[in-house]
């Protein structure tokens, strides 16, 4: 179910990016989204419910080092690892959640050396359209889709 989530979050952030393609090779796309590896305290409050070993995909937004995921991938962690196309570890940080939207931000410490995703419009993706779902992985972990609902985030 997990893996479900983030895939059908990294479809629509493909989906965004959709008319930057021109400037930005699929290559490019691709080494933009990362894995993630989040620890949390046995004790945290959502430890319970969504375990105390998270691992799922995000997707670099800026040369700082943010990333954007999906937020209960990192809410509570006290140990994140973040792992680019060439797969060492980078240690990260927490930077926030968004209860509105269900994202996650976090920030790495030092640069992945990967250039940032260019996110486009997701109001002009419409069902039927037709989008690629990837996660960490490259191209073997591409498959094509299409949109068959547009609902807001429902939250918990």
């Known amino acids: 179910m997990r893996r479900t989530c983030l895939l059908?979050?990294?479809s629509v952030?493909?989906?965004?990016?959709?008319?930057?393609?021109?400037?930005?090779?699929?290559?490019e796309i691709l080494k933009a989204i990362v894995k993630i590896r989040a620890t949390i305290p046995s004790d945290a409050h959502t430890a319970r419910t969504l375990g105390t070993e998270r691992e799922g995909n995000g997707v670099v937004i800026d040369s700082k080092g943010h990333i954007l995921t999906i937020g209960y991938l990192i809410v509570e962690a006290e140990d994140i690892q973040v792992f680019a196309a060439e797969g060492?570890?980078?240690?990260?940080t927490f930077v926030g959640y968004d209860h509105k939207t269900g994202f996650g931000l976090l920030r790495t410490e030092e640069p992945l050396g990967v250039m940032p995703i260019k996110l486009g419009q997701s109001s002009e993706v419409k069902e039927g359209d037709p989008v690629i779902v990837a996660d960490h992985g490259g191209g073997d972990s591409l498959q094509a889709v299409r949109v068959i609902s547009r609902k807001e985030f429902a939250g918990y």
């Open 8 to 10: 059908v979050f990294l």
């Open 13 to 27: 952030l493909i989906a965004l990016a959709a008319p930057a393609y021109a400037d930005q090779s699929a290559e």
């Open 88 to 92: 060492k570890p980078v240690k990260a």
